[in-house]
């Protein structure tokens, strides 16, 4: 069974950094895409950034130049760097990976920027 464990998210003032953590566990061959998505309060959920087998990245628009994703295969953990955060960030993170043309979700982690 798939399991995916976040950790990193918190409160942070306007300006700061935080790093978000993924690790999926029960995983029996390479994870294809692993990403980031985030959900503010009354909107939709939207994809933050993704990361490829191969090393490729896709961001959204918003968090282009501030945010990083990455990973390690070797762990079968997905990072999310966020630096120079905002307001607008504030959202409930969830980690995604596509695995075997399934998708798996995390349960979510709160970042809360104050302004």
């Known amino acids: 069974q798939v399991q995916l464990l976040e950790s990193g998210g918190g409160l942070v003032q306007a300006g700061g950094s935080l790093r978000l953590s993924c690790a999926a566990s029960g995983i029996i061959s390479r994870i294809n895409v692993m990403g980031w998505y985030r959900q503010a309060p009354g909107k939709q959920r939207e994809l933050v950034a993704r990361i490829f087998n191969g090393g490729s990245t896709n961001y959204a628009g918003s968090v282009k130049g501030r945010f990083t994703i990455s990973r390690d295969n070797a762990k079968n953990t997905v990072y999310l760097q966020m630096n120079s955060l905002k307001s607008e960030d504030t959202a409930v993170y969830y980690c995604?990976?596509?695995?075997?043309?399934?998708?798996?979700w995390g349960q979510g982690t709160q970042v809360t920027v104050s302004s």
């Open positions: 995604n990976i596509q695995q075997l043309g399934l998708n798996y």
